[in-house]
């Protein structure tokens, strides 16, 4: 019998709570607003990444979307419509952490990539298109991809 506790789980059988984020898809003439955050990925390389953060309490998804947009961006968007989840786990301190993060996407209002806070080390805007292959990560690429399918389909409404 093996004494190994199963991935993910602390001492005493309790899995860590799911972590809570929300982030934006900010649209503004065929082009995107992406992010390089100052943290670097496991193996020390540099993150493209859509703008995202922790949900605070007494926020909803939205606000905390909004809210990370312009921290990290320093651009303000009006909500359009909500995008989905992205689920993943990653890995901190040992521990194997489950997270899920809701995406909504954004049309462009006003602001300067250059007004960003100091957890990103670049914001800047990149085509619809190539973000969905130069996004770092899996789930945000797909987020783009709806992103696009729902302003496609906007624009055959019309």
């Known amino acids: ?51 995202k953060g922790h949900i605070d309490p007494g926020e909803t998804a939205l606000q905390a979307a909004t809210r990370e947009v312009r921290e990290e961006t320093g651009v303000v968007g009006e909500p359009v419509h909500e995008l989905g989840e992205a689920r993943y786990w990653y890995r901190r301190e040992g521990q194997t952490i489950p997270k899920s993060v809701s995406f909504f996407l954004f049309s462009y209002v006003e602001g300067d990539t250059a007004d960003h806070d100091d957890e990103v080390e670049e914001a800047r805007w990149i085509s619809l298109q190539d973000a969905q292959s130069e996004l770092s990560h899996a789930a945000e690429r797909e987020m783009v991809q709806l992103a696009a399918a729902h302003l496609e389909q906007e624009r055959k409404d019309r």
Not at 4 to 22: Q, V, Y
Not at 26 to 49: H, K, M, N, Q
Request: no cysteine; hydrophobic share 30%; aromatic share 0%.
């Open 1 to 51: 019998m093996s004494s190994r506790r199963p991935r993910g789980r602390r001492r005493g059988g309790k899995r860590p709570a799911r972590e809570r984020s929300a982030g934006g898809v900010v649209v503004r003439e065929g082009e995107i607003v992406v992010i390089v955050p100052t943290r670097r990925a496991s193996d020390g390389s540099r993150v493209l990444a859509l703008p």
